[in-house]
């Protein structure tokens, strides 16, 4: 249990924010990432859906001693709060994280993180293949993720509704490396039922990037 929390840890202790969250702004504009994700979206799930998670979260703890918490230790103890804290600070979290890890431009991948999902995986087809069935069994709303557990290995999961591997809620702890939206809304105007789709083409306007810049703030 010491080396898990210590994983997440690397995570949360980082995510300094407190009351009141406010929207991040995206870094690419919202018609960038079509036509993998469209802009219509795009812009509904940035200034809809996920500014509703920050105001609720906002709502929820104002007047509270939450209000001096930062974002990390809310996460990081979520047993001790609300059901609407917890939707609410994991909805805004996951889908910060999300943004990032987007890009309207191709990125390419160190050969340190080729290797180690190489390894992992078998291969990096064999990678893609995991992670996508694993968005696809996640019944009903939820996120998946590639993570470092808490053996320092790479895995692959789902948590449901907008939990995450930073709570102390989740069966898997972990750092967070890359995360899939799978909620119906982040995908049904363009993909209608078609979550499969949807995931093959996230694999297009992947930001590895930021992804390989997480690994080694991790390996640091
Ligand atoms: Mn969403």
Redesign the pocket.
């Known amino acids: 249990m010491e080396t898990l929390t210590k994983i997440a840890y690397k995570e949360t202790k980082g995510l300094t924010t407190n009351y009141p969250f406010i929207l991040p702004n995206l870094d690419y504009k919202y018609d960038s990432l079509e036509p993998s994700i469209d802009r219509t979206t795009m812009e509904i ?1 940035h200034t809809k ?1 996920h500014a509703t998670y920050i105001n609720n979260l906002n709502n929820a703890i104002k007047g509270t001693e939450i209000e001096t918490k930062t974002l990390g230790e809310i996460l990081e103890n979520i047993s001790s709060y609300s059901p609407t804290i917890r939707n609410n600070s994991g909805g805004h979290y996951n ?1 910060s994280l999300f943004w990032k890890l987007l890009s309207p431009y191709k990125t390419t991948i160190s050969d340190e993180l080729i290797h180690d999902i190489t390894t992992t995986f078998g291969s990096f087809d064999k990678f893609k293949e995991e992670f996508k069935d694993e968005a696809l069994k996640r019944f009903g709303s939820g996120w998946a993720w590639l993570i470092i557990n808490e053996f320092e290995k790479l895995q692959i999961i789902s948590t449901p509704n907008q939990e995450n591997p930073l709570m102390d809620i989740t069966n898997v702890k972990g750092y967070p490396l890359l995360c899939l ?1 799978v ?1 119906e ?2 995908y049904y105007l363009n993909y209608q039922n078609k979550r499969n789709d949807y995931i093959i083409a996230f694999f297009n306007i992947i930001n590895w990037k930021e992804i390989d810049e997480r690994y080694r703030k991790f390996k640091k």
């Open positions: 799930h859906h889908h939206d909620w809304h982040a």
